[in-house]
């Protein structure tokens, strides 16, 4: 049986899906929106400005992360 294209280069295990939700589902709830959230709120006193900076700080934490699960990928490869 013949693979398509995508599923030959493109090797993404269970690891580093696994590893990606547990980043959006417990880092980011739990530390970004509960923990880091509330402290932007104190320091602008301002929802619109603290909920625009939690948006920014997620965006970093999941291309971070996605960065973090390539590069494990590439690594898996040697």
Do not use: C, H
């Not at 690891?15 to 959006?24: A, K, M, P, Q």
């Not at 006193?45 to 999941?62: E, K, Q």
């Amino acid at each position: 049986m013949k693979l398509s294209p995508w599923k030959q280069y493109d090797t993404w295990s269970w690891r580093e899906f696994t590893l990606l939700l547990l980043l959006e589902f417990l880092f980011v709830l739990v530390v970004v929106k509960y923990g880091i959230q509330s402290i932007y709120q104190f320091w602008f006193s301002n929802t619109l400005y603290s909920g625009t900076l939690t948006g920014l700080t997620i965006a970093i934490v999941l291309l971070t992360g996605l960065t973090k699960a390539s590069s494990l990928r590439f690594l898996n490869t040697f």
